[in-house]
């Protein structure tokens, strides 16, 4: 897939199934361009993407669906809340005449239906697309930064939102650049970085396959600078860093290193009072990912 | 009625109306002009009708409301909305073009009929009610075209009004054929004869009902390139 010279995906192989999928990736990663192409919004130039089998962007019956949140701030802004979700709905010949409503009320957008949406602020857009989205019962989700401007509350609304749906077999796509949200967002998680396919798989497990980079395992400890001497004489440990009370030891073996551990504390005459692993988030296997 | 009830709503915000009605008022104005001209009413009408009328006020209107129903949607990221539903491309197009040509036909049609009266021309009353709304219909579709077809489609579609139409079509019988400007004159130039129409007719284009006709093959062919040519767009916003 390019535009230009410039090419946004390549090589890029990977599938989506019911549940919430988290999309990874820095900007400019292709991630937006990822979600336009499965929703059939941009053509490929060369490859293929299936939805339920078929092709979206030629397969209009596909639309049925797929819905997709942007996210960009594009909405029709002479329009309110309440109509451009029953825009949506008349377009996908959506018979429930209380489903829009219902949708707004699943955003919290009821009280504002008959605002205009140009006058909304960036989370009450996102919200309005989303309720949009909803709308048409799709089968396959795809929201871009959908958090996008939501305050504390909205968030937690919305992310019960999206696990409800895909506890219910719908198939949630959500990117974010905001990872510790996506690690409660979804459990599986894809990367992209710069256009190719870095890593797919639980966020546990793609941290697990980067076993030739060290883990780090904070410990807290009174003695911390006795036990800092006695790890460092061990083989699988690669690194020491002592800050006051705690270190950071860095170990290519971190199963092995678990084992150790608690002997070599009892060898320095260390109290054990936390010991942590601080790599097991999903910023720090994006940003190893990364690098 | 989905795609027309949001081309109506939500395609035509108040600036672009302001942008509608003005030359609305200024073909009223070159109605009155008729009036002060120092030579016979129907002679000075004729005139106006060929360089303001249609030379003028029914292209930027109908660009105005044609760039208004599908590329400014376009342009803003908001056509998304539209394209990503199950609803044919067809559909779109054609409900885009209605809703467009809906807003000429009380706008730009009215504004040309009053001018017709006000000019103190009414016995081609019909004849600028005919020709006013069968223009504007093919013209919408011509902008509609270029709105799925160019990036930068007013540009395109002054273009195509001020040197494929007027400077080109002057000279180019051939142009003047698929021209909405020359036809539309043509509608009028046929339709209304005992009303100094005689003064409009250009030889070699057809005129009267048979440019209805030329003018309603134009809106076909331009329907049909939309909606193949939505089946290739990119229809994302400007940030791509």
New interface residues.
Partial sequence: MWFGHKVALTELSCSFGPGVTGLLGPNGAGKTTLMRAITGLLPLNDGIVRVLGRDPHRDRDVQRAVALVPEDEAVPPALTARRLVRYTAALHRVDDATLPERCLAAVGLTDVADRKVGGFSKGMRQRAKIAAALVTRPQVLVLDEPLNGADPVQRVALIDLFHALGDQGHTVIVSSHVLHEVERLASRQIVVIRGRLAAAGEHHAIRDGLAERPRSVMVRTPQARALAARLVGLDVVRGVTVDGHSLVVSSLRAGELAELLPRAARDAGARLVEVRPLDDSLESVFRELLQ | ???L??TL??C??ARRWWGVLLPCLGAVLFGWLTTVADTTTQRAFAFVAEQGLFGLVMPLTCLVIGDAVLAA?RR???F??????????ATIVVGRWLGGWIVALVTVVPALVLATVVAGVPEGLVAMAVAAGAGSAAYIALFVMLGVTTRRSAVWALAVVFLGERLLGEALSGIAQVSPMWEAQQVYAGLADDAGGWRLVRDGTPQGWAAVARLTTIVIVTLAVSTWRL??L????G??
């Fill in positions: 009625m989905a795609v009830g949001y709503r939500a035509l915000p949607d803003a990221g908001t998304a909305f539209t394209w990503l539903s199950p609803v044919s491309f089946g290739h990119r229809p994302t916003g940030d791509e």
